[in-house]
């Protein structure tokens, strides 16, 4: 039985970033700016250890975590990634493991990755306009790179494959339908993202939003939509699904439409912190727990009384007061 937290929502999802670093310097997410030659990553020996990581998640298991998202910053460049996967494929009762990566990396890993038991993947890909891309990802990494990422996901045998696109306006927004038209009639659901206010360094303001209503209608022009259920309560995208056949596509509608009210994730950091909410300020320190050693039955006591507690709801309540937080980065905590 999973613990709830102050809202009745369970432990359900679990986020583990596995690095900070980065190949890509997305400008929405790890600005070039602030994330420079001279900014501090976190040292090696910072990083959970892939036992340690073990270790927690099959802790988050017993409490209810049935499923675990892979994350990073990129976590295709931590290092033998395919030994943590092996590791975490295994473990009683998770039902569910997948991997978020911006594909560059994959024609050399989808292969290992998944004969070390990964089922599928998400690939973020904003645009198929080479030059918005490369403008996008500021560090002149083409299309070609990601699609044959994608393509290596396939021969591999990672399925479903999701493809995850952020929308800014101005930047890649004239780009969207091109986005649906290439994946439309194919097996892979692209998910558009409403632009968030993650973090503190992207100078994120509302103007830069498009709403999902506006994304969907301008699809749906051109590649007629209709809405499908979701799978399962507490799915993040909503779902539409074109009335020829081609497929389907999904949105994220953090801003527009917040779904705080489902949601079941919980997030690790690469050092070890848990954070009960991707708005978070700070986490709870569970590599101090885990190297003071404390056995599994007290970091288990430790996350369940942190969840019990939990209240966090921060996209129902944006508002100017908590923009103004000083909140975690994406590109530490996974998103
Ligand atoms: N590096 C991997 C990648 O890009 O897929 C995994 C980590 S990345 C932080 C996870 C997802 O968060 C990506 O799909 C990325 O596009 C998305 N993301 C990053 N910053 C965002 C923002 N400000 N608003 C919405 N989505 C964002
Ligand atoms: Fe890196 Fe992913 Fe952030 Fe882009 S979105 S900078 S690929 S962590
Ligand atoms: Fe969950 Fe926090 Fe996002 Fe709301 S704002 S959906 S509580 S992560």
């Not at 998770?94 to 989808?110: K, V």
């Not at 409403?194 to 699809?219: F, K, Q, S």
């Not at 709870?284 to 996350?303: P, T, W, Y």
Request: with cysteine; net charge negative; aromatic share 6%.
């Amino acid at each position: 039985m999973a613990v709830q937290d102050t809202l009745g929502r369970p432990l359900r999802d679990l986020r583990i970033s596995v690095t900070d670093r980065c190949n890509f310097r997305c400008v929405y997410c790890m600005p070039k700016e602030v994330f420079g030659p001279s900014f501090q990553f976190l040292e090696r020996e910072e990083l959970l250890t892939y036992e340690e990581i073990v270790r927690l998640a099959r802790v988050f298991v017993a409490q209810g975590i049935e499923k675990v998202r892979i994350t990073g910053g990129e976590p295709l460049v931590r290092r033998d990634l395919p030994l943590l996967i092996e590791q975490l494929a295994t473990l009683d009762g998770l039902q569910d493991l997948t991997l978020t990566t911006n594909g560059a990396l994959l024609p050399a890993q989808a292969g290992p990755l998944h004969d070390a038991g990964l089922k599928r993947v998400t690939i973020s890909l904003d645009s198929l306009d080479d030059a918005v891309f490369r403008a996008m990802n500021d560090v002149n990494v083409g299309v070609d790179v990601v699609l044959a990422g994608i393509d290596s996901a396939r021969e591999a045998g990672l399925w479903p494959i999701k493809v995850n696109a952020v929308v800014k306006r101005g930047l890649n927004d004239h780009t969207i339908v091109e986005l649906a038209r290439y994946f439309h009639g194919t097996d892979v659901i692209v998910r558009f993202i409403e632009y968030m206010d993650v973090g503190t360094t992207n100078g994120w303001v509302l103007d830069h939003v498009v709403p999902a209503a506006e994304i969907v209608e301008r699809i749906h022009q051109v590649l007629p939509l209709e809405p499908i259920q979701a799978n399962y309560r507490g799915e993040v995208a909503q779902r539409y699904r074109y009335q020829d056949g081609g497929g389907e596509i999904g949105v994220i509608t953090s801003i527009t439409q917040p779904f705080c009210g489902d949601c079941t994730r919980a997030r690790l950091s690469p050092e070890g912190e848990l954070y009960t909410c991707l708005f978070g300020t700070n986490g709870f320190d569970l590599r101090a727990l885990l190297r003071s050693g404390a056995k599994d039955d007290e970091l288990g006591d430790a996350i369940a009384r942190l969840w019990g507690i939990r209240e966090d709801r921060y996209s129902d309540l944006r508002t100017e007061a908590t923009t103004d937080l000083n909140r975690v980065e994406m590109s530490h905590i996974g998103g």
